[in-house]
T-cell receptor, first 112, second 115 residues
Framework: KQEVTQIPAALSVPEGENLVLNCSFTDSAIYNLQWFRQDPGKGLTSLLLIQSSQREQTSGRLNASLDKSSGRSTLYIAASQPGDSATYLCAVRPDSNYQLIWGAGTKLIIKP | EAGVAQSPRYKIIEKRQSVAFWCNPISGHATLYWYQQILGQGPKLLIQFQNNGVVDDSQLPKDRFSAERLKGVDSTLKIQPAKLEDSAVYLC?????????????FGEGSRLTVL
């Protein structure tokens, strides 16, 4: 049974730092992995989607990597800003027709 | 391109009352999902539709929750009667089907408070 873990549950860093958020999954047989951002009281915004055949995806200051053999994905945020403060969730899709398996998220606080 | 639309954004009801949430997915998206998200947790899938058919409703509390997507476009989720533990954000998401990338797009959510 696929399980997704995000550690730490919360992270606070000074503005300007580069940082890495972690996502671990137990079964390497996945269809894709998606990173989302959630602001308080809001819905989820899709950040990056990595297909099973890909190693990384980039969008602006964000870079997501995927290592299926080790069951890990990382979300790298460069030059962090206070506006990056949010909860970041990763979700794994085991199969094209299967529901997403979610991590509990990492709450990120960027201090000015 | 318009995103996923949900309404209402907020709803406060007393226990044993009923409530309905509406979702309009991104145009052309065949797959529609309803999730329940309790504070501090990841989303929990309630029901998944493909067009107007149910793909997965295994975690939907069918004694009190119901959902429909009659014309394969917009969808409603109903709770009757509501319990205190139903207080949560109800998220609607849509995605392509078949050879799509499998990417999901979410609405702003409907926050339910049951008193």
């Amino acid at each position: 049974k696929q399980e997704v873990t995000q550690i730490p549950a919360a992270l606070s860093v000074p503005e300007g730092e580069n940082l890495v958020l972690n996502c671990s999954f137990t079964d390497s047989a996945i269809y894709n992995l998606q990173w989302f951002r959630q602001d308080p009281g809001k819905g989820l915004t899709s950040l990056l989607l990595i297909q099973s055949s890909q190693r990384e995806q980039t969008s602006g200051r964000l870079n997501a990597s995927l290592d299926k053999s080790s069951g890990r994905s990382t979300l790298y945020i460069a030059a962090s800003q206070p506006g990056d403060s949010a909860t970041y969730l990763c979700a794994v899709r085991p199969d094209s027709n299967y529901q997403l398996i979610w991590g509990a998220g990492t709450k990120l606080i960027i201090k000015p | 391109e318009a995103g996923v639309a949900q309404s209402p954004r907020y709803k406060i009801i007393e226990k044993r009352q009923s409530v309905a949430f509406w979702c309009n997915p991104i145009s052309g998206h065949a797959t529609l999902y309803w999730y329940q998200q309790i504070l501090g947790q990841g989303p929990k899938l309630l029901i998944q539709f493909q067009n107007n058919g149910v793909v997965d409703d295994s975690q939907l509390p069918k004694d009190r929750f119901s959902a429909e997507r009659l014309k394969g476009v917009d969808s409603t989720l109903k709770i009757q009667p509501a319990k205190l533990e139903d207080s949560a954000v109800y998220l609607c998401a849509s995605g392509g089907a078949g050879r799509s990338t499998g990417e999901l797009f979410f609405g702003e959510g409907s926050r339910l408070t049951v008193l």
